[in-house]
């Protein structure tokens, strides 16, 4: 004879049903985080053309029927690399400032933290896809929109701290926020092939005196 349920049996259901559900949606997030790591790893060693699906299943030690679950094609699979490693690039920079002294001191201090994050695997792996967008028509339609949100980001992050300092000339503040991006980019492509620290941070110490004279123009009157 069938026994009636009530409410209490019910949500005892309720609680299994979430037992059940829980571990299962933590193992999906993890071996899609290690497949995205496994990517940032290739990407960083080999390269963008080089990094196929069937090397970043081998290295992260995953069947081909688990990447494709997670990423159908290469591109869907670069485009989460993509916004993993911008994420990872923001919260790089948000640690190293976090020990600074607000105002002037963490607005001088972050374009040193920013290049210490442009040497890292991520922000590496972000170059190799931006670099792969040019020839693949897919990455290219959509990665502008990853880059483009990272460097609002950053650009916002760099005004806050620039009106915290009394700066007034946002035009001016984005321009220089945008020289030093490339400018780091590029070392950071140039360092990949000389391998020549030592030129690299020199190049970054020149930038930051620059940027401490123009932060004392910007501070005392409008640049024009």
């Known amino acids: 004879m069938a026994t009636k349920r009530g409410p209490r049996a019910k949500e005892k259901d309720g609680d299994n049903v979430v037992a059940i559900r829980g571990p299962h949606a933590e193992r999906t997030a993890a071996m899609r985080k290690r497949l995205i790591e496994a990517a940032i790893e290739s990407l960083e060693k080999n390269g963008y053309g080089a990094?196929?699906?069937?090397?970043?299943?081998?290295?992260?030690?995953?069947?081909?029927?688990?990447?494709?679950?997670?990423?159908?094609?290469?591109?869907?699979?670069m485009i989460a690399v993509a916004e993993y490693c911008a994420e990872k690039q923001n919260r790089h920079v948000a640690r190293m400032l976090a020990s600074t002294q607000p105002g002037m001191d963490r607005f001088l201090a972050l374009t040193m933290a920013t290049w210490d994050a442009m040497q890292?695997?991520?922000?590496?792996?972000?170059?190799?896809?931006?670099?792969?967008?040019?020839?693949?028509?897919?990455?290219?339609?959509?990665?502008?929109?990853?880059?483009?949100?990272?460097?609002?980001?950053?650009?916002?992050g760099v005004w806050?701290?620039?009106?915290?300092?009394?700066?007034?000339?946002?035009?001016?503040?984005?321009a220089m926020s945008w020289l030093h991006t490339a400018a780091m980019r590029g070392l950071a492509m140039e360092l990949m092939f000389t391998k020549?620290?030592?030129?690299?941070?020199?190049?970054?110490?020149?930038?930051?005196?620059?940027?401490?004279?123009?932060?004392?123009?910007?501070?005392?009157?409008?640049?024009?």
Do not use: C
């Open 51 to 77: 990094t196929t699906l069937q090397l970043v299943t081998d290295n992260a030690g995953a069947s081909r029927g688990a990447i494709l679950h997670h990423f159908p094609n290469k591109v869907d699979l």
């Open 196 to 224: 020549d620290v030592r030129k690299a941070n020199a190049a970054m110490k020149l930038m930051r005196r620059y940027k401490m004279w123009l932060t004392g123009e910007l501070v005392t009157k409008p640049y024009e």
């Open 160 to 174: 806050e701290q620039a009106q915290s300092i009394g700066i007034t000339d946002r035009a001016q503040v984005e």
């Open 120 to 156: 890292r695997p991520p922000a590496i792996a972000l170059l190799e896809i931006m670099m792969g967008s040019r020839s693949d028509k897919d990455l290219g339609t959509r990665f502008p929109a990853v880059i483009e949100a990272l460097e609002k980001s950053q650009r916002e």
